[in-house]
């Protein structure tokens, strides 16, 4: 079944949406995440364009959207109570459509490039402090009933905090991924692209000891780490396990699987290391993405500061 049905467009757009479908799912790699959301955005805008002009759209309408229109379609979403992030996010989205028609020598619209996102200020991370993730991983095992669950936590939230892994590509990691002692552990980031992250000590242990005790005995290319069941361990009960852990340490809302990754970026930068060398641990493809952290290691630097300074003192 075409993947465009559902939308309100004519035969002809629908058509090019299924082969800019295709394009983003083969040549981009574009995630399952970032494919429902580019969706869910474009079949949004064309539902608006159908409504204001009063018929569905096809690719002549396309090309000769003017940027008033553009501009409605931001206006009604930020009525509909759309945030600043979500409609650039959907801009992002219906863009990228708008220029793979270009590409393609199918639409040309001059004013979608102009239209303007609105301004986002990036959030700045949230890490745990030192002593909260040494705290964290120390109880991790102990919290569970039963304990090689405990042991796969502890396991998992060393291998995020120790290697600044996302949560999906640890999750994703299969047991011949990461065989005993070995140095590095090759990761599976975003867009498909590979990269290469030392393994510490620590993190071998703790993963030796859940797989010692882990009661499903699988092939090398099974799970790394699996649910009560034996499958593949499912993201939402990682968080889960993190929430109860939070909770019985008293740490803040903000103490996330993903924190540990800001936790091990922010500790690395602070440190002492280099930042271009935390942008390849982290697989960030811009050096920007990575400078959050050094807005987090100033605010240290002045909380220090505000404390110990006489004159801040005053």
Same mark, same amino acid.
């Given at each position: 079944? &075409?993947?465009?049905?559902?939308?309100?467009?004519?035969?002809?757009?629908?058509?090019?949406?299924?082969?800019?479908?295709?394009?983003?799912?083969?040549?981009?790699?574009?995630?399952?995440?970032?494919?429902?959301?580019?969706?869910?955005?474009?079949?949004?805008?064309?539902?608006?364009?159908?409504?204001?002009?009063?018929?569905?759209?096809?690719?002549?309408?396309? &090309?000769?959207?003017?940027?008033?229109?553009?501009?409605?379609?931001?206006?009604?979403?930020?009525?509909?109570?759309?945030?600043?992030? %979500?409609?650039?996010?959907?801009?992002?989205?219906?863009?990228?459509?708008?220029?793979?028609?270009?590409?393609? #020598?199918?639409?040309?619209?001059?004013?979608?490039?102009?239209?303007?996102?609105?301004?986002?200020?990036?959030?700045?991370?949230?890490?745990?402090?030192?002593?909260?993730?040494?705290?964290?991983?120390? =109880?991790?095992?102990?919290?569970?009933?039963?304990?090689?669950?405990?042991?796969?936590?502890?396991?998992?939230?060393?291998?995020?905090?120790?290697? #600044?892994?996302?949560?999906?590509?640890?999750?994703?990691?299969?047991?011949?991924?990461?065989?005993?002692?070995?140095?590095?552990?090759?990761?599976? #980031?975003?867009?498909?692209?590979?990269?290469?992250? !030392?393994?510490?000590?620590?993190?071998?242990?703790?993963?030796?000891?859940?797989? =010692?005790?882990? !009661?499903?005995?699988?092939? =090398?290319?099974?799970?790394?780490?699996?649910?009560?069941?034996?499958?593949?361990?499912?993201?939402?009960?990682?968080?889960?396990?993190?929430?109860?852990?939070?909770?019985?340490?008293?740490?803040?809302?903000?103490?996330? !699987?993903?924190?540990?990754?800001?936790?091990?970026?922010?500790?690395?930068? #602070?440190?002492?290391?280099?930042?271009?060398?935390?942008?390849?641990?982290?697989?960030?493809?811009?050096?920007? %993405?990575?400078?959050?952290? %050094?807005?987090?290691?100033?605010?240290?630097?002045?909380?220090?500061?505000?404390?110990?300074?006489?004159?801040?003192?005053?």
């Amino acid at each position: 079944m &075409s993947a465009s049905i559902g939308f309100a467009a004519q035969a002809d757009l629908l058509d090019a949406i299924d082969r800019w479908q295709r394009w983003l799912m083969t040549e981009k790699a574009a995630s399952p995440a970032t494919l429902r959301a580019y969706n869910n955005d474009l079949a949004g805008f064309l539902s608006f364009m159908a409504e204001y002009r009063e018929r569905k759209p096809g690719l002549n309408d396309l &090309s000769a959207l003017s940027l008033m229109e553009l501009r409605a379609w931001l206006s009604d979403r930020a009525r509909d109570g759309a945030t600043a992030a %979500t409609r650039a996010r959907a801009i992002a989205g219906v863009r990228n459509l708008f220029r793979w028609l270009d590409r393609q #020598g199918i639409v040309h619209n001059p004013h979608i490039g102009v239209l303007k996102a609105p301004k986002l200020k990036q959030p700045i991370p949230r890490p745990l402090t030192a002593p909260d993730a040494a705290s964290l991983l120390d =109880e991790a095992a102990t919290l569970p009933e039963t304990a090689w669950i405990g042991l796969r936590d502890r396991a998992f939230f060393t291998l995020l905090y120790g290697c #600044g892994l996302r949560i999906s590509e640890a999750l994703a990691l299969n047991r011949d991924d990461l065989p005993a002692g070995a140095a590095t552990v090759r990761v599976l #980031g975003k867009g498909s692209k590979q990269r290469q992250v !030392p393994v510490l000590p620590a993190i071998h242990a703790a993963i030796s000891a859940y797989l =010692e005790a882990c !009661p499903f005995r699988a092939a =090398e290319d099974a799970p790394l780490f699996v649910g009560s069941r034996g499958d593949r361990l499912h993201p939402s009960v990682a968080r889960r396990q993190m929430q109860l852990l939070r909770e019985e340490l008293l740490l803040p809302d903000s103490a996330t !699987p993903h924190a540990l990754r800001h936790s091990f970026a922010t500790h690395l930068l #602070g440190g002492g290391a280099d930042l271009r060398a935390i942008q390849d641990l982290l697989g960030h493809s811009s050096l920007s %993405t990575t400078q959050r952290y %050094t807005d987090v290691d100033t605010d240290k630097l002045l909380a220090v500061y505000d404390k110990a300074h006489p004159r801040a003192q005053k």
